[in-house]
């Protein structure tokens, strides 16, 4: 282990280090665990979530001050069952070495991809689904048959202890760990030379751990935020676009990381969006204030800022429709209405900062073209959702924009697909989970080229004027110089 950045640790600093010299140590121990040792510790998760059921939404909820116990089934404890039973399924598979094509000038071998552990992987974890985006980065982690250390968020407490509490009961301290504490815990985890490092956070953290990290020379995943616009074409039923969109939104109060963060809507259907999107919202939540379905903010501080983003809008001349369908008195409480900003401009923090909460802008176009280039001149991320029911269309938008992931007609579900890659580009994050592809996110695929007992390089070694070279020559000059390819050829 390379020890130079390791600074000394505060006296409620967790050992970090000694987590991972242990984590280490245990891996090279048993450095290719079989399929049966990675299945017994998917499984080993899978039943904890089954018997801390209640409690993970207890504990979630404490954090909140209020999280809706269906949205906690649904999007923390559902998708980690789902991920899990994926791999269960497909291990094996995953893990068989992949036969590649062997050269000319290689034959006769085996050539083939080996998919080995890296070892142990950090996983620096966000409040917003504290539970979710710890386990689900490490199923992904265990599939590949690494150790891990996890570091949960000093604003989910209640969550991180009880997930402290839970791996502690069921891995031993040196295959998987979580520790807890605030900045100065993670920025010392984030120094530590891990064999891969996963951050869930925002894009300007990102940065800071993709330093920290670019030390060791540690590959890193960054799942991070950003701003994931809505594009409703003018053909698609606006109430049916209204609806949907407010399903997505509504969730966790809009304290997700993809969840839709601007409307891009056809000029003259913006009253019409507006007032299909109250509508449903109304119905979903007719009630505020002592309504368990309708999540909190996760603190004050969090609140605050985003009552400055409403604030900010306001002075700057735009129009609020906030959704309070009782016109309840949310003042002591860390509930925020769901609030409608229309008439945004660039200068406001609605369109310059992600929103990550119960705040919508909708933005009128005028032709699809003009959509599309408000997308791509600004920073990609980390989901687009478009609705059309035109398929050729929808793939053209999505063929001319970036974006992390995407979704046609719904929002947010590609988070729940366990067969297809999550992650962002560019500042929205880089690397994935979920699926074969998070598999080999946490693996390292080793090319192996396998030669047998013919040895046919004997044949052509020094002296070079031999005859099997020049036959090769020959061979490959009949394959490729005679056969000039693309234009000009
Ligand atoms: P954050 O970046 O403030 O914190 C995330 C984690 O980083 C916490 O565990 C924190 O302790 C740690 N951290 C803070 N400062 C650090 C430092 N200097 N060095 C190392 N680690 C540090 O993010 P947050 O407020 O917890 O979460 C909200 C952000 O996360 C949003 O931008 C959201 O979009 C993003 N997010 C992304 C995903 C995704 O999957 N891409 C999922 C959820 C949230």
Redesign the pocket.
């Known amino acids: 282990m390379q020890e130079s950045h390791l600074k000394p640790v505060a006296a409620e600093m967790p050992d970090l280090e000694s987590i991972l010299i242990a984590q280490k140590q245990a891996y090279l121990a048993d450095p290719a665990p079989d399929h049966a040792t990675r299945i017994r510790r998917l499984d080993k998760l899978h039943n904890a979530l089954l018997d801390n059921r209640a409690r993970i939404i207890a504990a979630v909820s404490q954090d909140f001050s209020n999280r809706a116990e269906a949205e906690t089934e649904l999007a923390e404890i559902m998708p980690l069952l789902d991920g899990i039973a994926y791999y269960r399924k497909r291990l094996r598979g995953l893990m068989k070495p992949q036969r590649r094509h062997a050269p000319l000038t290689l034959m006769p071998a085996r050539i083939e991809v080996q998919y080995q552990p890296v070892g142990v992987v950090g996983i620096?974890?966000?409040?917003?689904?504290p539970i979710f985006?710890a386990l689900s980065p490490l199923v992904g982690a265990l599939a590949a048959g690494n150790r891990a250390m996890l570091?949960?968020?000093?604003?989910a407490p209640a969550s991180g202890d009880l997930l402290r509490e839970i791996i502690a009961e069921i891995y031993s301290a040196d295959e998987v760990t979580v520790v807890t504490g605030?900045?100065e815990?993670?920025?010392e985890?984030?120094k530590l030379p891990f064999d891969h490092l996963v951050?869930?956070?925002?894009?300007?953290?990102?940065k800071?751990?993709m330093k920290?990290a670019a030390e060791n020379l540690t590959p890193v995943t960054l799942?991070?935020?950003?701003k994931s616009p809505v594009i409703i074409h003018p053909d698609f039923p606006i109430a049916e676009a209204a609806s949907r969109i407010a399903f997505g939104k509504g969730i966790n109060a809009g304290q997700?990381?993809?969840s839709p963060d601007y409307i891009l809507c056809p000029r003259d259907q913006v009253n019409a969006f507006c007032s299909d999107f109250a509508d449903t919202m109304r119905g979903a939540y007719p009630s505020l204030r002592d309504n368990g379905d309708f999540t909190a903010i996760i603190t004050d501080r969090q609140k605050t800022r985003l009552d400055g983003y409403l604030k900010d809008a306001t002075d700057k001349g735009a129009e609020l429709i906030t959704i309070n369908p009782q016109a309840e008195d949310l003042g002591n409480t860390r509930k925020m209405p769901m609030t409608l900003v229309l008439g945004a401009t660039d200068d406001m923090l609605v369109l310059r900062e992600?929103i990550?909460g119960p705040i919508l802008p909708v933005i009128p176009y005028d032709t699809i073209e003009e959509a599309i280039a408000y997308v791509n001149a600004r920073p990609r991320p980390?989901a687009l959702y478009y609705f059309d029911w035109d398929k050729k269309r929808a793939d053209d938008v999505l063929a001319r924009t970036h974006s992390?992931g995407a979704c046609v007609n719904d929002t947010m579900s590609h988070v729940m697909a366990d067969d297809i890659p999550?992650?962002?580009i560019g500042p929205?994050?880089m690397g994935h989970y979920h699926g074969k592809e998070g598999f080999r996110n946490f693996s390292k695929a080793k090319g192996v080229v396998r030669k047998g007992r013919i040895n046919a390089t004997a044949f052509v070694a020094p002296p070079w004027d031999n005859f099997m070279f020049n036959a090769l020559r020959k061979m490959q000059a009949l394959r490729f110089r005679r056969r000039r390819i693309g234009p000009g050829s």
Do not use: D, R, Y
Not at 124 to 129: A, H, R, T
Not at 151 to 155: C, G, P, R, T
Not at 201 to 206: D, L, N, P, R, Y
Not at 223 to 226: D, F, H, Q
């Open positions: 620096v974890v966000p409040w917003n689904f985006l570091k949960a968020s000093e604003f605030g900045v815990v993670a920025s985890f984030t951050f869930t956070g925002s894009t300007q953290v990102g800071i751990v920290a799942e991070l935020g950003g997700v990381c993809v992600e990550f980390l992390g999550f992650g962002g929205s994050g």
